[in-house]
């Protein structure tokens, strides 16, 4: 979920070969993330198999951040690659703002929190300080904060990024890395950072791929990108027939079925780019300005969805109780969204150029 940790904050009228397409995905992608913990709040009980297959289509946006990650990564700093700055900047601008909007609800969470705390019903800890480290190799703190771990570990890994592409094994290793991420699955409540590292690692070398060689990859998802999105609408129908609904998290030794949700993932963001693609001439300012905080956005919206029903063990912030759907989920998203929004928007006007150490933004 850090596209935006991939690229630097680029004026679109200022940058040669600034893409459009990419930029309102990013403003896309962060309305997935973010609806994806906006289903309780909203009173959405997942039931009928129509609602299994919507619920399908919505989850796992974070295959969209992860692509994105990579375009970007190849299009913004391959030509200008500086290994020990791009670390620097990213401990700076990501880890930093996860250490600082994690310790409040550490502290909380080793005080106050809830009984069982989490610490002690996941990983049986008791000691404060082991516990404190649980929780940010975890991300355990909030929703969605799972994903800084991994995306340390990610960015870390960029040399070795930079040697598939020189060598044009970029495929070569994606595809099969692919197989073993639908095998494995996203980890038990997301609490293994390098499964997750192994099961969105394909995804991500595939968006390097997809910046490195768009010369082959929007010709051709442009031609079929109306048999992609049907193909996903399937996948999705038929994950909801056979496997239930979301992800099927589990541990990754553990033999069960194949994730047919990655796969649906990354065909419906090949359909976004393409459709996105057709109006690459056009600036589309709500998707520009929620690509521009999306970074912002995913590190405060956990502070309006998650405490709620940590607090008062309950998801259901409107009491909808179960008669919620997909629209109120979207009204409810839109809500946190605008009003993450603002609160970025004063964090910054507030901190200038400091806020970035807070909110990367």
């Known amino acids: 979920?850090?596209?935006?940790?991939?690229?630097?904050?680029?004026?679109?009228?200022?940058?040669?070969?600034?893409?459009?397409?990419?930029?309102?995905?990013?403003?896309?992608?962060?309305?997935?993330?973010?609806?994806?913990?906006?289903?309780?709040?909203?009173?959405?009980?997942?039931?009928?198999?129509?609602?299994?297959?919507?619920?399908?289509?919505?989850?796992?946006?974070?295959?969209?951040?992860?692509?994105?990650?990579?375009?970007?990564?190849?299009?913004?700093?391959?030509?200008?690659?500086d290994y020990k700055k791009y670390m620097k900047n990213k401990t700076k601008f990501v880890f930093l703002p996860y250490i600082l909007l994690?310790?409040?609800?550490?502290?909380?969470?080793?005080?106050?929190?809830?009984?069982?705390?989490?610490?002690?019903?996941?990983?049986?800890?008791?000691?404060?300080?082991?516990?404190?480290?649980?929780?940010?190799?975890?991300?355990?703190?909030?929703?969605a904060y799972w994903y800084i771990p991994m995306g340390m570990m990610l960015f870390a890994l960029s040399p070795w990024v930079m040697h598939l592409i020189k060598r044009q094994h970029l495929l070569i290793v994606a595809v099969p890395l692919f197989i073993i991420a639908m095998l494995i699955h996203r980890p038990e409540s997301n609490l293994n950072a390098i499964q997750s590292l192994f099961y969105f690692l394909p995804v991500y070398l595939l968006g390097?791929?997809?910046?490195?060689?768009?010369?082959?990859?929007?010709?051709?998802?442009?031609?079929?990108?109306?048999?992609?999105?049907?193909?996903?609408?399937?996948?999705?129908?038929?994950?909801?027939h056979w496997f239930g609904a979301g992800t099927l998290n589990k541990a990754?030794?553990?033999?069960?079925?194949?994730?047919?949700?990655?796969?649906?993932?990354?065909?419906?963001?090949?359909?976004?780019?393409?459709?996105?693609?057709?109006?690459?001439?056009?600036?589309?300012?709500?998707?520009?300005?929620?690509?521009?905080?999306?970074?912002?956005?995913?590190?405060?919206?956990?502070?309006?969805?998650?405490?709620?029903w940590m607090i008062y063990n309950s998801p259901d912030i409107f009491g909808f109780e179960g008669s919620g759907n997909l629209l109120t989920t979207l009204v409810v998203t839109m809500g946190v969204i605008i009003v993450s929004y603002f609160i970025a928007t004063a964090i910054k006007t507030i901190l200038s150029k400091k806020s970035r150490y807070i909110i990367g933004w």
């Open 1 to 81: 979920m850090s596209d935006s940790a991939e690229s630097p904050r680029v004026n679109p009228a200022e940058k040669k070969g600034f893409l459009n397409s990419i930029n309102h995905f990013r403003g896309i992608a962060i309305i997935f993330i973010v609806m994806a913990h906006c289903y309780r709040p909203a009173g959405w009980e997942v039931e009928t198999l129509a609602d299994k297959a919507w619920f399908n289509l919505m989850m796992n946006g974070t295959v969209f951040f992860v692509f994105i990650s990579g375009f970007l990564f190849h299009h913004v700093f391959y030509h200008r690659w």
């Open 252 to 308: 990754a030794l553990e033999f069960t079925v194949p994730d047919l949700m990655l796969p649906q993932k990354m065909l419906l963001t090949f359909v976004i780019l393409a459709i996105l693609n057709k109006f690459e001439h056009i600036s589309i300012k709500p998707l520009q300005k929620l690509a521009e905080v999306s970074f912002a956005i995913y590190f405060i919206h956990p502070w309006i969805t998650t405490p709620w």
């Open 102 to 143: 994690s310790l409040p609800w550490i502290f909380w969470h080793l005080t106050v929190g809830t009984d069982p705390a989490l610490h002690v019903m996941y990983a049986d800890i008791e000691k404060p300080a082991v516990a404190a480290s649980w929780y940010v190799i975890t991300g355990r703190t909030l929703t």
């Open 208 to 240: 390097v791929w997809g910046s490195a060689h768009r010369d082959k990859l929007f010709p051709f998802i442009d031609k079929y990108w109306a048999v992609m999105l049907l193909l996903a609408i399937g996948l999705a129908a038929a994950q909801a």
